[in-house]
C-alpha cells in the first residue's frame, strides 16, 4: 500500500492557515484505490502548538471530519 499526497499551506493571517490538498491511495493486495480531496483549517495558539480542524472526501463520496491539536516544529 503507498499514499501520495500534495497540499500548499496558505497563511490567511499570523494566526490561522489553509490547506487544500490531494491525495492518491493504492492497495495493490486488495486490487483498490481511491482519490481523495481535502481542506484543513489551522489556527496557531503559540509559537510551537495549533489546533486543526479539517474535511475530506474521496471518489466514493466518503466524508471524513477532523479537529485535532498538534505540535508545530
Do not use: C
Request: proline share 1%; charged share 20%; glycine share 6%.
Amino acid at each position: 500500500m503507498y499514499q501520495a499526497k500534495l497540499g500548499v499551506e496558505m497563511m490567511l493571517s499570523t494566526d490561522f492557515s489553509l490547506t487544500p490538498s490531494i491525495s492518491y491511495q493504492e492497495a495493490r493486495q486488495f486490487h483498490d484505490h481511491a482519490w481523495n480531496f481535502g481542506l484543513k483549517l489551522a489556527y496557531r495558539l503559540n509559537e510551537g502548538w495549533a489546533t486543526t480542524l479539517g474535511t475530506a472526501i474521496d471518489d466514493a463520496n466518503n466524508v471524513e471530519i477532523f479537529l485535532g491539536v498538534h505540535r508545530r516544529l
